[in-house]
């Protein structure tokens, strides 16, 4: 099955810094590649996806890199704001199994 | 329009009981998943449904995990006998049509077995 790291597992940072978290998986049929957050309690939430086709796409503070060649996506958040604290989660998606694999996610903390 | 919805949102009961939890997909959503999601853990993928049949249930863990979608809508999770490694928070998701489309999360159902 499909074997997906997260780095960091927790990233502290200063409000209006950027944040970086990267996801590496193993499965090269993997052909779409979702963010999630997930507030303390809450559900998750897509906050981004990207497509195997596409390198990079941004949606104004937050944006996603991908090189398949390597086998990692990375979210980007510029501008850090205190909302932002939350936990992330990469869920790359085999274009064989449309099974979602999970990451262990990434805590965010935005210190004001 | 209404999101997706999980009944109960608790959910305590004794070691060996059974238990059913109870996901109501968006309207016209085929694809419908089931995760299990434990303390510090990404969702663990549970079960599939593509309409009213179980497109992959590689996830489930055992035998004492059953999920059905009878009309291709509303979808139960079944556990027997349950243990105390069950607990954990069981989120359902449901999309258009497969995991390749966003992904729309329940609020999850929190199962504490004593």
């Known amino acids: 099955g499909e074997n997906v790291e997260q780095h960091p597992s927790t990233l502290s940072v200063q409000e209006g810094d950027s944040a970086v978290i990267k996801c590496t998986y193993s499965?090269?049929?993997?052909?779409?590649f979702p963010w999630y957050k997930q507030e303390l309690g809450k559900r998750p939430q897509l906050i981004i996806d990207?497509?195997?086709?596409?390198g990079e796409k941004k949606d104004q503070r937050i944006a996603v890199t991908l090189n398949k060649t390597a086998k990692h996506f990375s979210l980007h958040i510029t501008e850090t704001q205190p909302e932002d604290s939350a936990v992330y989660f990469c869920?790359?998606?085999?274009?064989?199994?449309?099974?979602?694999?999970f990451g262990r996610g990434t805590s965010l903390i935005v210190h004001p | 329009g209404a999101g997706v919805s999980q009944t109960p949102s608790n959910k305590v009961t004794e070691k060996g009981k059974y238990v059913e939890l109870r996901c109501d997909p968006i309207?016209?959503?085929?694809?419908l998943y089931w995760y299990r999601q434990s303390l510090g853990q990404g969702p663990e993928f549970l079960i599939y449904?593509?309409?009213?049949?179980?497109?992959?249930d590689s996830g489930l863990p055992n035998d004492r995990f059953f999920a059905v979608r009878p009309e291709g809508s509303v979808s139960t999770l079944k556990i027997q006998r349950t243990e105390r490694g069950d607990s954990a928070v069981y989120l359902c998701?449901?999309?258009?049509?497969?995991?390749?489309?966003?992904?729309?999360f329940g609020p999850g159902t929190r199962l504490l077995v004593l």
């Open positions: 998701a449901s999309s258009l049509s497969s995991a390749q489309e966003t992904q729309y």
């Open positions: 499965d090269s049929a993997s052909n779409y």
């Open positions: 990207i497509r195997s086709n596409v």
């Open positions: 869920a790359p998606v085999s274009g064989g199994s449309y099974i979602p694999t």
């Open positions: 309207s016209g959503h085929t694809a």
């Open positions: 449904f593509q309409g009213t049949g179980a497109a992959d």
